[in-house]
């Protein structure tokens, strides 16, 4: 009677684990012949004593082999899985690979990090003034008082009471010089604007601005400076030459030419036959702008430069239309790479 129901049991058991599809199912299954077995189990009460421990090594062989059962069928689904999941998850190595399209940095920003790079190696801190100025910053600060005519070289977009759309980045020297001490190294680039509109200028163009404040600094300082960077910007034999000029925050200020990297100075398109070419306004810091900001012009000196970051640009990438820089057109852009 015993040994039936035992043998009932197990097959019971056996077919429940064969149908079980997934890990899920012969869980259920499980769980199911263990409370058949419990319920057989509790049979043993109603046996006499002599017959219980005969009956008790039945019941543990049968929940034995039932395990054994439920683990090798486990392990059975579980390589089953493994290998749907393996032949779902196949590559085929042959087949043409996806391109995806890598974006490039524009060129402006491309100059601009080059710059960086060139003048950090000469020990210049980065400071980014605000585009929005007072006027003060703009042009009283720089030596720059309401009549004088060079503010209609510079006109400017005017928001309304005191503040104005920055013409130059040199309004951040006045910033840098009014927080810190000298020696002062700081290189400041940046978006200005102006009212100029045509094939080399545009209402909103970049520019960089160094600015270089100790005792004992002079043009030489100066010339030295960019002829180290001329070298590393363009070719290693550029030349430097200085023009005078006129800018009412530097005394003297200077025009920087570089020989021309297209011929080496012979003449060309590019330079007009010349062999230099103009690349940025420079010029000793004028006394009262260091006066201004609090900075005794007689224990101290310094030089500042600025420079147009599309004008190096078109230069050094051969571009002649400035607006090509703001057209967003991918066919231009994505022909600069570092
Ligand atoms: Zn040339």
Known sequence: ?????????????????????????????????????????????DLPKEERPAFGKTVNE?????????????????????????????????????????????????????????FAGMGFEIFEGPETETEYYN??????????????????????????????????????????????????PGRVFRPDDDATHSPMFHQMEGLVVDKGITLCDL?????????KMFTSDTKVRLRPSY???????????LSCFVCGGKGCRLCKGTGWIEVLGSGMVNRRVLENCGVDP????????????????MLKYGVNNIKNFYDNDVRFLTQFKD
Do not use: C, W
């Not at 199912?25 to 189990?41: G, I, N, P, S, W």
């Not at 006109?155 to 005191?162: E, I, K, M, S």
């Not at 010339?223 to 960077?229: H, P, Q, R, S, V």
């Open 1 to 45: 009677m015993q040994n039936e129901q035992t043998e009932e049991l197990r097959r019971y058991a056996e077919e429940a684990a064969a149908k079980a599809a997934s890990g899920k199912e012969l869980y259920a299954a499980k769980t199911d012949v263990q409370a058949k077995l419990k319920a057989f189990m509790s049979g043993m009460r």
């Open 62 to 118: 049968l929940k034995e082999k039932i395990e054994a059962l439920f683990a090798a069928r486990e392990e059975e689904l579980r390589q089953k899985e493994l290998e749907a999941r393996y032949a779902a998850e196949q590559v085929d190595v042959t087949m043409p690979g996806r391109k995806r399209v890598q974006g490039s940095l524009h060129p402006v920003t491309l100059v601009k990090n080059q710059l960086i790079d060139i």
């Open 139 to 188: 042009f009283t600060a720089l030596n720059t008082p309401a009549d004088h005519p060079s503010r209609d070289m510079q006109d400017t977009f005017y928001l309304g009471g005191d503040l104005l759309l920055r013409t130059q980045t040199s309004a951040g020297q006045i910033r840098v010089m009014q927080n810190k001490k000298p020696p002062i190294k700081v290189l400041s």
């Open 223 to 231: 010339k030295g400076m960019l002829a180290e960077f001329a070298a």
């Open 247 to 257: 800018f009412p925050f530097t005394e003297p200020s200077v025009e920087v030419d």
């Open 298 to 313: 007689d224990e101290y000196t310094g030089f500042a430069f600025g420079m147009g970051l599309e004008r190096i640009a």
